[in-house]
């Protein structure tokens, strides 16, 4: 099921995420890439298989070996908060492109975040 969660509920696994990675407040590109997991409740509920908590970073391979755990809309917003990251490579434009409302929403707010706060 794509969830988009609600605003009250997207702060609360936002600052989930956040304090689960003792992210500091100045490490946008962190705070990005957990707002578009935290924003989207599959991606969340799989965050563990995108995220390496203990050693802080991203799992890239889990776009590589996809094997159709992750739709074509979580692909293309993974892709996004990776970008967000470390500057992964990604098609921003075809990234917002291929979204719906919702998570064109998402992926606009991440991108506020990410580069003008």
């Not at 890239?60 to 755990?69: A, I, M, T, Y």
């Not at 993974?78 to 998402?106: C, K, M, Q």
Request: net charge negative; proline share 2%.
């Amino acid at each position: 099921m794509r969830t988009i969660h609600t605003e009250v509920r997207t702060i609360h696994t936002y600052q989930e995420l956040i304090d689960r990675d003792n992210t500091v407040n100045r490490d946008t590109e962190r705070r990005s890439m957990f707002y578009i997991l935290s924003g989207y409740e599959d991606l969340f509920n799989k965050v563990d298989d995108i995220y390496n908590f203990e050693e802080h970073f991203i799992k890239p391979e889990c776009l590589e070996d996809n094997s159709g755990e992750f739709s074509s809309t979580e692909i293309k917003l993974i892709t996004l908060a990776f970008n967000h990251y470390n500057g992964y490579p990604a098609d921003v434009r075809d990234v917002l492109h291929s979204l719906d409302e919702n998570t064109l929403e998402l992926a606009l707010n991440s991108m506020k975040l990410r580069y003008f706060r």
